[in-house]
């Protein structure tokens, strides 16, 4: 069983920058931060692939985090970092995890929700100014 956990949401200013983390018992080799706004459907914005328990490839969602949003695994957690943070990035996020036979599987384009098996509580993002 994979636990995972969520932390560090919060409430921001635009264009400040928020870490976000998830914490996990067991690693998987696909790990993702999905976030859902209100009234929206849940989207993956950031994925982190491990391949042959060493190299790590990562992917964001290619048009709303571009540049800003990177995901990488310290081992301990999945971390997000979101910088210059906009008002559209509001929103609970919440942490992933399944299976993938291959990076490409494993990125932003390729992960739907309900392709994850394991997942946190999330975490809420607020951004006002």
């Known amino acids: 069983q994979v636990h995972l956990e969520e932390s560090g949401g919060g409430s921001v200013q635009p264009g400040e920058s928020l870490r976000l983390f998830c914490k996990y018992t067991?690693?998987?080799?696909?790990m993702a931060w999905f976030r859902q706004a209100p009234g929206k459907e849940r989207e993956a914005v950031a994925t982190?692939?491990?391949?042959?328990?060493?190299?790590?490839?990562s992917s964001t969602h290619a048009d709303s985090v571009k540049g800003r949003f990177n995901a990488y695994d310290t081992t301990l957690a999945v971390l997000l970092q979101m910088n210059s943070v906009q008002v559209e990035d509001a929103g609970m996020y919440f942490c992933?995890?399944?299976?993938?036979?291959?990076?490409?599987?494993?990125?932003?384009?390729?992960?739907?929700?309900?392709?994850?098996?394991?997942w946190g509580q999330g975490t809420q993002v607020i951004v006002s100014s």
């Open positions: 982190v692939y491990h391949h042959a328990g060493t190299k790590q490839y």
């Open positions: 067991t690693r998987v080799n696909c």
């Open positions: 992933a995890a399944r299976t993938a036979e291959t990076s490409a599987l494993c990125e932003v384009a390729n992960s739907r929700p309900s392709e994850f098996s394991f």
